[in-house]
């Protein structure tokens, strides 16, 4: 095992280094001069020098690549355009939140795609398995931008259980479930497709394990049927739950960007939103890399749990 | 049942000229989700192009009197937008753009995918040199990618496609790799190399039939989150520009009248919701009818073709 934990942490430095030159060599889609447009038309060519200089446009583009990864190991994603601080400031404080989004929304769905699936398996082809596949199918098909306006609408507008934006009330900050109540409508948002996708994977498998002859074999040795679904079925359908949940990971971190945007939890995603409006590159850079840092982190760290489980499985 | 013998007999060679199109046909007509799923797809399609003679009004006319007003309002069944604009003729209006914008980057990645990844299965250097390549576009979240390519690409409908064509090039090439390497292994293509065929014919006449069946499947799966994927570019900013109608526009318009006019934001997701829905139906029953494994089955019950086990 630590074996494996070295080789795939080796493994990820190659993809690090390609993930932060794919963001680097981005910049170069902008198009025309990355400064001209950041400052706009108007302004005065000494300026636009002044910042061609800044963002070390004038240097060979290896170079460039090599100084702005050295300065990334330092931390230091540059400047950001709109608001004149350091990005890395910015984003350090804002990385804890979205990770606070993306751990609700990660719990909800595996608690609620792990319970929905053992649901819907034990009562395979009965009304409330079908309305469960109705309603993933539905669920999977919403995009997170509606469904988060759709929650927003109903439960607080209409009836203002939640809060409609924001991590803390404002004029008394502070806890725990206050955090957890405002986070409630963004979370389920971003988890809704997730939830679904994991739930129909899951139930495939889990109904997979129920036709195989040993579970057959199990059962006609006189053991109970609660036995049998909750201990064998659960057990051995575990792999492709865990394997599922994993990979949904990804999606975790698109979603969340239109959840933070809806709900203006105060994450990187908004930022990110922010940055775009504003056209403030270094800033857009700096959150695509750190979302797309987190997410190999993050896919790291699945592959270790899954790795795991089947250690216990042998 | 005693002429089942006969029928494994004989089957499997008059299969041999059916076309693809019979199995997605005789696999839409045998699951009757599909059979919805596909008519949802033809109302939807069938409105988008003649958008200008079904809508009621011009999507870009205001009536400034009547605007906000909600669905059922005479004359404008599903409503008023911020502008006064007619809300039902928008999303009619909004289903071109919208699934313009969300297909034609599933058509043009699997155009690029397709001999790319036959090329990287055949030439092992340059396949791993690719491989390696989207590798490093696998370590982005799909929809990360998406927005950060447009972000700086600047917005329009132009760069929103290119970069989703972009995004799905690592997927796509992916899938058509995996295909070609398994058809690479098999007896005639081994035939074709030993009668001396030159390499791009091989590729490209005999194997690229096979291929291009999986680069399908794949494609129908992935389609309804392209269409997600699009609109949700367009609701930031980065896609197709106002006062276009599109859906993602209309319900980031909504966004700040959620109080006294929620139907701008909800319906064109509902609209979304649907055509995505009827995709995914539609994708389950193509899946089974372009995979070789599960066709036979498709061929010989005329009835429901799916294993017991599944849905998914």
């Known amino acids: 095992m630590p074996r494996f934990v070295l080789m795939r942490l080796l493994q990820m430095i190659p993809v690090m280094l390609g993930v932060s030159f794919v963001v680097f060599i981005s910049v170069y889609l902008v198009p025309g001069d990355v400064a001209r447009t950041v400052l706009g038309q108007q302004a005065s060519d000494t300026a636009v020098q002044a910042l061609r200089e800044e963002l070390g446009l004038n240097r060979p583009l290896l170079v460039q690549y090599g ?39 990660l719990f909800l769905v595996i608690t609620l795609s792990f319970t929905l699936s053992v649901y819907s398996a034990t009562h395979f082809r009965k009304i409330g398995d079908r309305l469960a596949i109705f309603g993933t199918l539905v669920m999977a098909s919403a995009p997170t931008f509606w469904l988060g306006i759709l929650l927003l609408y109903v439960f607080s507008i209409k009836f203002p259980f939640f809060p409609t934006s924001g991590m803390h009330n404002f004029y008394n900050p502070g806890g725990f479930w206050e955090v957890v109540h405002h986070a409630t409508l963004p979370a389920i948002a971003t988890a809704a497709s997730s939830i679904a996708i994991v739930t129909r994977v899951t139930r495939s498998a889990m109904i997979d394990v129920i036709t195989k002859t040993y579970m057959t074999a199990l059962r006609s040795r006189g053991i109970r049927r609660r036995r049998l679904n909750y201990v064998h079925m659960v057990r051995n359908a575990l792999p492709s739950f865990v394997n599922i949940s994993g990979l949904q990971v ?42 797309a840092l987190m997410f190999v982190i993050s896919n790291f760290l699945s592959d270790y749990i899954v790795r795991s489980l089947d250690a216990i499985k042998r | 049942m005693q002429s089942n013998a006969e029928v494994i007999g004989a089957k499997p060679q008059a299969l041999k000229s059916r076309s693809s199109l019979y199995f997605i046909w005789r696999g839409i007509l045998a699951d009757r989700y599909a059979l919805v799923g596909s008519l949802i797809l033809s109302l939807v399609a069938l409105a988008a192009l003649l958008a200008p003679w079904i809508a009621p009004f011009d999507p870009t006319v205001s009536f400034p009197r009547l605007r906000l007003q909600g669905i059922g309002t005479p004359d404008h069944l599903l409503g008023l937008d911020h502008q006064g604009r007619d809300m039902l003729s928008r999303l009619i209006w909004g289903a071109r753009t919208t699934l313009f914008a969300g297909i034609t980057p599933v058509f043009l990645s699997a155009l690029c995918a397709i001999p790319l990844g036959l090329i990287a299965a055949w030439n092992e250097k340059f396949g791993s040199v690719i491989m390696r390549v989207m590798d490093v576009l696998f370590a982005f979240p799909m929809v990360l990618l998406a927005i950060m390519l447009a972000a700086f690409m600047g917005p329009g409908m132009v760069n929103m496609i290119i970069a989703l064509t972009i995004v799905l090039l690592p997927y796509n090439t992916r899938v058509v790799y995996v295909a070609a390497q398994q058809e690479r292994n098999s007896s005639y293509i081994e035939a074709a190399i030993a009668s001396a065929t030159p390499t791009p014919k091989i590729l490209f006449v005999e194997m690229l039939p096979n291929v291009v069946a999986a680069s399908i499947v794949y494609s129908t799966t992935i389609v309804g989150n392209i269409i997600i994927t699009a609109a949700g570019l367009s609701f930031l900013g980065l896609g197709v520009q106002a006062p276009t109608a599109e859906w993602g526009i209309i319900t980031s318009d909504g966004r700040q009248y959620l109080f006294n006019a929620a139907h701008i934001s909800l319906l064109p997701g509902i609209a979304i919701m649907v055509v995505v829905v009827a995709f995914n139906l539609l994708g389950d029953t193509l899946r089974d009818a372009l995979d070789p494994r599960t066709r036979l089955s498709l061929a010989r019950n005329k009835s429901v073709p799916k294993s017991d086990t599944g849905d998914n």
């Open chain 1, 250 to 291: 990804g999606y975790l971190f698109g979603s969340a960007i239109f959840s933070e945007i809806i709900f203006n939890w105060p994450g990187i995603g908004l930022q990110l939103y922010d940055a775009i409006l504003q056209r403030d590159v270094p800033m857009i850079q700096g959150c695509s890399l750190v979302i």
């Open chain 1, 67 to 105: 100084i702005w990864l050295w300065d990334l190991l330092h931390f230091d994603l540059g400047f950001s355009i709109s608001q004149r601080v350091s990005v890395s400031t910015l984003l350090g404080e804002k990385i804890l939140n979205s990770l606070i989004l993306m751990g609700f929304s």
